[in-house]
Nanobody
Framework: QVQLVESGGGLVQAGGSLRLSCAAS????????MGWFRQTPGKEREFVAA????????IYGDSVKGRFRISRDNAKNTVYLQMVTLKPEDTAVYYC?????????????????WGQGTQVTVSS
């Protein structure tokens, strides 16, 4: 089992930057693909980015491509989401998730473990 704890959220002005972190418990972190998702009230959870087990393969949602960068440090059991050029529409609760399957997925239901989320608010 994997426990995930996000941090790094907060309030930032449009055009600013934030870096989210997600710390995982357990010794098997490197066996999981890791993803970031976000959600606003009344909307479905949206795919943001995912990274493969070895940290080489990455995929991004269209709305964040070119502005967000996902990375991981398997020695520290941590996955990161660097966000730059933030926009008000990036405001959401951001969740990290772990997926033990073979394929790198964009779909929330494919992910087995979830953190509690961290709020990101971008003011205009």
């Amino acid at each position: 089992q994997v426990q995930l704890v996000e941090s790094g959220g907060g309030l930032v002005q449009a055009g600013g930057s934030l870096r989210l972190s997600c710390a995982a418990s357990g010794r098997t972190f490197s066996t999981y693909h890791m993803g970031w998702f976000r959600q606003t009230p009344g909307k479905e959870r949206e795919f943001v980015a995912a990274i493969g087990r070895n940290g080489i393969t990455t995929i991004y949602g269209d709305s964040v491509k070119g502005r967000f960068r996902i990375s991981r440090d398997n020695a520290k059991n941590t996955v990161y989401l660097q966000m730059v050029t933030l926009k008000p529409e990036d405001t959401a609760v951001y969740y990290c998730a772990a997926d033990g399957q073979y394929v790198l997925n964009r779909t929330p239901r494919e992910y087995e473990y979830w953190g509690q989320g961290t709020q990101v608010t971008v003011s205009s």
